[in-house]
């Protein structure tokens, strides 16, 4: 996963749609595709779930909004910005209605964003605006988006105005969390900032962020009854060792249903690191968006999520551990840069 999708995950708002409603028959098939599409991307298949939009809009002739704005969020997700652009594009000549008229802009101002390119963030700023005119109360996430936009271009108090704007409107959570982390430092557009958490420790209390403060991490989201996840433990347990003695910790967050499974295979499997339960992975989902296990976050001395993963395979542990190795380098330098 890289640092585009982790954004996604924990921040950024790549789109406010809601999930697919009831299907009206099985046998209509712009439905039954959308509907193949919208699983394979919760099932962490882009590339598939590309495909399937694709099929639903070309059944559709182009006038199924959903199949389009989805589109464009996936072809975003895959990082592939000019096929968003377009597809955000023609959803808003499908859109009916200032609702759906201004999911298209805020999907449009997204997929302008992630271009990245100084034109392009100054249409990204229009369509953010545009969809803010259409619907001001339907659409909060868009002031957070627009404010990223802003403080990119140095135009801070603009962006701190929003983000009051977005708190008001806004739940507590990580959602609002992040958005005063960057209203206090604008120069952090584009970072995310960990959330704050406290799960139940295996062995008992808790873990909290606050109690890992300063330290890098690697948070491990997983279960017993996930192969993969038990494929991952000789390496992780490899990398507790080897980093010892240095400020590191992994922390292995299992989203299994009881905490008595959990503490036999913990015993069983000798994991003598920071071992937390969330049960059936509620507080996981809310947080840190996880869908997928394992699921893998890096964070650095200063709290920044700079890296995660999804699934484990020799690749995955090479690059975690390149990652954390990059992390507590950088934390290295900052000390001696603060001496």
């Known amino acids: 996963m890289d640092i585009l999708s982790l954004s996604t995950a924990l921040a950024l708002f790549v789109s406010v749609r809601q999930g697919p409603a009831a299907a009206p028959t099985s046998a209509d098939p712009v439905e039954r595709e959308f509907r193949t599409g919208y699983g394979l991307l919760a099932g962490q298949r882009p590339s598939d779930a590309r495909a399937a939009f694709e099929r639903a809009d070309r059944l559709a002739k182009g006038t199924c909004f959903r199949c389009l704005e989805s589109l464009a969020a996936t072809a975003v997700r895959l990082r592939d910005f000019p096929a968003g652009i377009a597809a955000s594009r023609r959803a808003i000549q499908a859109a009916a209605g200032p609702g759906e008229q201004a999911r298209a802009q805020n999907q449009l101002g997204l997929a302008l964003a992630a271009a990245g390119e100084p034109p392009a963030l100054r249409e990204a700023e229009k369509a953010y605006r545009r969809a803010l005119a259409l619907d001001p109360k339907g659409m909060n996430p868009v002031r957070y988006n627009l404010a990223i936009v802003l403080f990119g271009a140095r135009r801070d108090a603009e962006g701190r105005r929003l983000l009051d704007e977005f708190l008001r409107g806004e739940l507590p959570g990580?959602?609002?969390?992040?958005?005063?982390?960057?209203?206090?430092?604008?120069?952090?557009?584009?970072?995310?900032?960990?959330?704050?958490?406290?799960?139940?420790?295996?062995?008992?209390?808790?873990?909290?962020?606050?109690?890992?403060?300063?330290?890098?991490?690697?948070?491990?989201?997983?279960?017993?009854?996930?192969?993969?996840?038990?494929?991952?433990?000789?390496?992780?347990?490899?990398?507790?060792?080897?980093?010892?003695?240095?400020?590191?910790?992994?922390?292995?967050?299992?989203?299994?249903?009881?905490?008595?499974?959990?503490?036999?295979?913990?015993?069983?499997?000798?994991?003598?690191?920071?071992?937390?339960?969330d049960q059936n992975g509620r507080l996981s989902r809310d947080l840190f968006r996880v869908t997928t296990y394992p699921t893998y976050l890096i964070v650095d001395s200063e709290g920044v999520v700079v890296h995660g993963e999804r699934g484990w395979s020799p690749r995955t542990a090479a690059t975690i551990s390149a990652e954390v190795t990059r992390a507590l380098a950088a934390a290295r330098a900052a000390r001696v840069a603060r001496r």
């Not at 960057?182 to 606050?210: C, H, W, Y």
């Not at 997983?222 to 992780?236: F, G, M, N, S």
């Not at 347990?237 to 959990?262: C, H, M, N, W, Y």
């Open 174 to 277: 990580a959602r609002a969390e992040q958005a005063r982390a960057l209203r206090e430092n604008p120069r952090r557009a584009g970072e995310t900032f960990l959330p704050q958490f406290a799960f139940p420790a295996v062995a008992g209390g808790t873990i909290t962020r606050s109690d890992l403060a300063g330290r890098v991490l690697l948070l491990d989201f997983w279960a017993t009854w996930c192969a993969p996840c038990r494929q991952a433990l000789p390496e992780l347990a490899q990398l507790a060792r080897g980093k010892k003695g240095e400020p590191f910790e992994i922390v292995s967050v299992s989203a299994d249903r009881e905490l008595a499974t959990v503490k036999a295979f913990v015993a069983a499997n000798g994991m003598t690191w920071k071992q937390a339960w």
